[in-house]
């Protein structure tokens, strides 16, 4: 979206549909400020999804353990937290 056409895997063509385009918008946001600013360096543009993409796992697990105390309890959601963070 930044930087114009790219290759893409197959699950982004028209004829398929398997994708919203939501979350790329979402991380062409920092990396068109970056463009416009003329901060694009490489590194910079590797590193600024990952950092666009943190905020929305620190939001997801935030509402996750707020479920789990809710259904589970503490202990239990404290445990399945352990078993995200260790079993990748």
Known sequence: MVYGSVDKTWEWYDEYRLR???FPAYLSVPLA???FLGL???MAVRLCPQ???IFLVIISDRI???IG???VGKDASRIGFLFMI???
């Open 20 to 22: 919203s385009t939501l």
């Open 33 to 35: 400020t970056l463009k």
């Open 40 to 42: 694009d360096f490489p």
């Open 51 to 53: 950092m666009a993409h």
């Open 64 to 66: 996750l353990w707020r």
């Open 69 to 71: 105390k809710q259904t």
């Open 86 to 88: 260790l079993c990748r």
